[in-house]
């Protein structure tokens, strides 16, 4: 039985967490795979409610258990997984980018992951004012990169891919902190000899993603040119709506859509589940892991296949162009799984 916290967030995130319950519920009833789900409150909603983002009842259930989804949540967001990132030190940040039919992609044979590192750089929140100028301190360490350079390697040793690392940095012009980060990388990159690996300034991987996006297998960056390229390459393959992603530590994970909250379209029962029950791919694939269970990994991919194939038949919600409700298509993956 695993321990499983849910962050229902705001916005859409309440809808999107009741498809993610029906996944794991049919996961328990009919793959013999059983979760333990708590539902926890935090972002705009608990700010306006008990005055915290991120209250402590909801911190202390996350640590208790196995590892914790969360659905998006609204202008509080960095109140609350910036914060679970560096309390949890949740160093790697994963986001996949894969091309799935009927999806407007660029192309239709993009596979690629951008490892972020997620504890450092400007996101620490260093700022301050200094008479009439406002100064932010972006901070690079060579722990860390080195750190978030191994999981890149290990990341592209397991992938049935190129086995090629793209270090993505901008040392020609910030020559210290993006120069440690690019050397830090190059030394790591001695250990896996058997793994490709270039370096590429972020404004030329920027354009890249667009001109040969199917050139890329594992990238590994800072954190935010991390943000920004994993929005793009979500984007290439078709938009965020099937976009997954991981916050990754040593002894915990949690798991997420990369999209945020869409409060436009929210309580309309028409968003697009797949990138938050992507995210429960990794998360059994991380178990998987974790705790050496092969069923985790055979469900998972059960999962993905499923999702897969009900977007190959043209099926899709309302807000991605299709005809079927939130509900009707976690029904169909439930009905199928």
Known sequence: MYKISLITGDGIGPELSESAVSVLETINDKLDLKFDIT??????????????????????????????????VGESAADVIV???????????????????????????????????????????????????AVALRI?????SKRIAKYAF?????????????CVHKSNVMRVTDGLFAKACTKVSKDYPDISFEQMYVDACAMNLIRQPQEFDVVVTTNLFGDILSDESSQVVGG????????????????????????????????????????????????????????????????????????????????????????EFTKQITDNL
Not at 94 to 119: C, F, G, Q
């Open 240 to 327: 965020l709506g099937m976009a997954p992603a991981a916050n990754i530590g040593d002894n915990f994970a949690l798991f997420e859509p990369v999209h945020g909250a869409a409060f436009d379209i929210a309580g309309q029962n028409i968003a697009n589940p797949s990138s938050f029950l992507l995210s429960i791919k990794m998360m059994l694939d991380w178990l998987g892991t974790k705790h050496n269970d092969s069923k985790c990994f055979d469900v998972g991919q059960k999962l993905e296949s499923t999702i897969f194939d009900l977007v190959k038949s043209g099926i899709k919600t309302k807000d991605i162009g299709g005809d079927k409700t939130t509900v």
């Open 83 to 133: 914060v679970l990132r560096r309390m949890l030190d949740l160093y790697a940040n994963i986001r996949p980018a894969k091309s799935y039919p009927h999806m407007p992609a660029l192309r239709d044979d993009i596979d690629m992951v951008i490892v972020r590192e997620n504890t450092e750089d400007l996101y620490t929140g260093k700022e301050f004012s200094l008479g009439d100028s």
């Open 39 to 72: 539902k926890l409150s935090a972002g705009d909603k608990a700010l306006s409610e008990i005055g915290k983002a991120l209250p402590d009842e909801t911190v202390d259930v996350i640590k208790k258990s196995d590892a914790c989804m969360k659905a998006p």
């Open 154 to 166: 290990e990341a592209a040793k397991q992938r049935n891919s190129k086995k090629k690392v793209t």
């Open 140 to 144: 690079i360490s060579e722990n860390a």
